[in-house]
Antibody
Framework: QVQLQQWGAGLLKPSESLSLTCAVYGGSFSGYYWSWIRQPPGKGLEWIGEINHSGSTNYNPSLKSRVTMSVDTSKNQFSLNLSSVTAADTAVYYCARGSKITFFGVVIPDAFDIWGQGTMLTVSS | EIVLTQSPGTLSLSPGERATLSCRASQSITNSNLAWYQQKPGQAPRLLIY???SRATGIPDRFSGSGSGTDFTLTISRLEPEDFAVYYC?????????FGQGTKVEIK
């Protein structure tokens, strides 16, 4: 059974950088794209971006200038870095499993079927 | 970017009643790449429906999805106490992936 476990700093000051990591346990790491999604308190969900095992990324244009994602295939982990945070970045951040990658490298779009437990980030001076 | 608009914002129903939730897209969604999620307070979203109409693993058959193009529907045939939650639609046919703003199903 695939599980995602995430961790990272929960309290930052404005202008600092957010760093989160998500570990994948119990399943294929190379066969999927892995996403980050966030949810401000009391609000809806926003997709931040995705990465695959080879480091290929797709970012939401609304955050692209501040987002960097990376991957560590030796540990089946992927990470999110969000620079220059402000109060507007206060949210619960989730990692999730998304699109499939076939043996031949074809990407099959898919829903987010496995989610991490979420990490609350508060940005406050 | 595809904008998803969910209606109604809040649905007040009693256990045993039927719930019908709507999700309308600003443009046609490729290959019906539309999903529905359920979220309860303090929890991560849970995938209910993918491909507009396929139930995810372990999802009861009282949940069903339908639609294509720009109009999609999630139906809960008979509400159980555990079904009162917020429901989101999401498209994964194009980038960026986008979510609707959510429909809250509350106890009447």
């Amino acid at each position: 059974q695939v599980q995602l476990q995430q961790w990272g700093a929960g309290l930052l000051k404005p202008s600092e950088s957010l760093s989160l990591t998500c570990a994948v346990y119990g399943g294929s790491f190379s066969g999927y794209y892995w996403s980050w999604i966030r949810q401000p308190p009391g609000k809806g969900l926003e997709w931040i971006g995705e990465i695959n095992h080879s480091g290929s990324t797709n970012y939401n244009p609304s955050l692209k200038s501040r987002v960097t994602m990376s991957v560590d295939t030796s540990k089946n982990q992927f990470s999110l870095n969000l620079s220059s945070v402000t109060a507007a970045d206060t949210a619960v951040y989730y990692c999730a499993r998304g699109s499939k990658i076939t043996f031949f490298g074809v990407v099959i779009p898919d829903a987010f079927d496995i989610w991490g437990q979420g990490t609350m980030l508060t940005v406050s001076s | 970017e595809i904008v998803l608009t969910q209606s109604p914002g809040t649905l007040s129903l009693s256990p045993g009643e039927r719930a019908t939730l709507s999700c309308r897209a600003s443009q046609s969604i490729t290959n019906s790449n539309l999903a529905w999620y359920q979220q309860k307070p303090g929890q991560a979203p849970r995938l209910l429906i993918y491909g507009a109409s396929s139930r995810a693993t372990g999802i009861p058959d009282r949940f069903s999805g339908s639609g294509s193009g720009t109009d999609f529907t999630l139906t809960i045939s008979r509400l159980e106490p555990e079904d009162f939650a917020v429901y989101y639609c999401q498209q994964y046919g194009s980038s960026p992936r986008t979510f609707g703003q959510g429909t809250k199903v509350e106890i009447k």
